[in-house]
DNA sequence: CAAATCAAGTTGTAGGATGATATGTATAAC
DNA sequence: GTTATACATATCATCCTACAACTTGATTTG
């Protein structure tokens, strides 16, 4: 009774596959904390791979912490407690639709936080978020300290939230997505350099100038979804946004 | 020309022993960004083990981001930069944070999750949100199965979004606040037990079923910050919400 | 000279064999 | 009857060989 593992388009890792299946199941609530993850023979009939890409898809989810492998007993779903932190790693951002799936998060994240930004920043965060964007504009295409700049940008926005927890996920999301774009322009160099659009950044930031929370989050918001647009990502949007909050 | 590998007393499987050994040289700078690791053979003979042990010690590397395999070539060092998994470990979030911080941060991604998933929901995602409301009615009082009934609720509507990031950073969210409100009790038996209210749960799920997005955002965000008043935290509220997207 | 082909090297996967460790069971001793 | 020992079983840990898939560079061929 073999299971078919979820084929992606993307070539991926057998090991892998099989770690993010037991990691949704275990996530999902199927697998309880406490509970014995099946042998790893019975593992390998299930999903029709060798022990080899079994033990090193449990090897990984050991790494996570999220189970404990007992030599001669079986390996054990651990408690969420004990779960070291968030991992994305590198095979998982490959996945197709994951960019657009992480850029949809950037979305969510960085709107709210240019809103919050507009209400509580002060001229201190004024004056970093000012010296970004001029490194920024130095630099016309997007090359290394474009980037880094551009980064900088939005995490200093982030820190006017004086929400140090949004501070750090943006800052984990922007690098995910930086990284990505790394990757994609190392192999395939021909691959277009996109251009950071100046424009963008400076109406968001003459929102916060102005202390506009609506105003900030929009400009974001269409900030968020044209870089996507640059780098070939086509963002979902909610089809009622504008009723919300009615 | 064999290798010992540092023989502590403490008994630690061989893989680990490898992959720590190549991380050190990675870290000294020894192996520098770049360059390709030996092949997982030589490593075999150097260090006395079999290549199944090397593979599992270098998978660990790669989960932790510090080399990339290309299969036919083998493996590079990565830049520290380059690494493309990273950790938010509960330290950095833990550091001088408090509870207000934290729910408005869950307000935001919930409230969007919410929306999206009322949008995007299909009848098995439906299906397992009622499962969890229905657990949760089940208890009147915020006790640990109605604990993590309430949880896998707002775990399961994050699922129904269909995007894994968003499921993840949730998932890491609410952890956070159960772990702050066991601790909470723990050192304060006497304090009240927090009641779930469950109709605000219901009015989501409601919301979903019908595909009103702002409707579930609506409810979603009157829950979290319901929610935050019955822990004692007032959630500084944006002053120009209603005005967004005009 | 250019393009196609081939050969060698490397990682990825398959599948079995053996040793180490934990658990349950049956037998023997008291 | 109870306890203790030995054995059988199940499982992970490691090792081994073989083949498939991929990359690179040399060779051959037109």
Known sequence: MKQRLAAIGTVEALPHRVAAFLSREIESGDLNPGTLLPTEQQLSEK???SRNVVREAIAQLRADGMVEA???????VLAPEQRASIRIDRETLKEGQNMERLFELR????????ALAAERRDQ????????????????ERWEDGSIDADLLFHREIARATGNSYIHTFIS???EQIRRSI?????????????EVNVGEHVRIYEALVA????????????????????????????????????
Request: glycine letters at 10%; one cysteine or more.
């Open 70 to 76: 007992r030599q001669g007993i079986g390996s054990f």
């Open 47 to 49: 999903f029709g791979v």
């Open 172 to 174: 984990f999301v922007c």
């Open 182 to 194: 790394y990757y994609a322009r190392q192999t395939n160099p021909l691959h277009d350099l996109v």
């Open 107 to 114: 979305c969510i994240l960085e709107a709210e936080s240019a």
């Open 124 to 139: 201190e965060h004024l004056d970093a978020i000012k010296a970004a964007l001029d490194r920024m504009s130095g630099e």
């Open 211 to 246: 202390g506009d929370p609506a105003a900030a989050e929009a400009a974001m918001r269409a900030h968020i979804i044209g870089a996507a647009d640059r780098v070939g990502v086509k963002l979902p949007l909610r089809t009622q946004r504008t009723e919300e909050g009615k």
